[in-house]
């Protein structure tokens, strides 16, 4: 065999091996977080500063999740003020598996919500108002 019909062969199979690995992406679609990235992307700020209240309180929010609850526990200055939010559950490899939740109004640094989830990991985003204030925190959570 000569040099141009090696050439050749090369070319042909790395054609055929590109078109099997666009085939195979075609297959796994993978979704967008959100439709509208740009006008989340225009709110970051107001985002930021939210996050920045929430890391200033004594002690982070925390999260318990089972697969038919979620359990939130607020930092102990929350205790006695009305808190209202909701909670947005998104699974990185599923987005049938997310889920928002709101989270009822309560003046107790603890709430119980009954929801069902599938097991694996998830990305948890907690936005909550208390007596006017807004707060946000975010974290990665597991679901046994």
């Known amino acids: 065999m000569n040099w141009g019909?090696?050439?050749?062969?090369?070319?042909?199979?790395?054609?055929?091996?590109?078109t099997w690995f666009v085939f195979k992406a075609s297959q796994h679609p993978s979704p967008l977080v959100t439709e509208d990235y740009y006008g989340e992307e225009l709110k970051f700020q107001v985002r930021i500063d939210q996050a920045a209240r929430a890391k200033a309180l004594s002690a982070p929010v925390r999260f318990t999740l089972t697969r038919g609850s979620v359990q939130v526990e607020l930092p102990a200055e929350m205790k006695g003020r009305t808190v209202t939010g909701t909670l947005a559950l998104q699974r990185p490899n599923d987005p049938r598996g997310d889920r928002t939740i709101v989270i009822p109004a309560t003046s107790t640094a603890t709430t119980k919500v009954a929801v069902q989830l599938?097991?694996?990991?998830?990305?948890?985003?907690?936005?909550?108002?208390?007596?006017?204030?807004t707060y946000f925190t975010e974290e990665k959570v597991h679901v046994p």
Request: proline letters at 3%; zero cysteines.
């Open 118 to 133: 599938l097991p694996g990991r998830y990305n948890a985003a907690m936005a909550w108002q208390a007596d006017g204030t």
């Open 5 to 18: 019909k090696g050439l050749a062969l090369a070319l042909f199979a790395f054609a055929l091996m590109m």
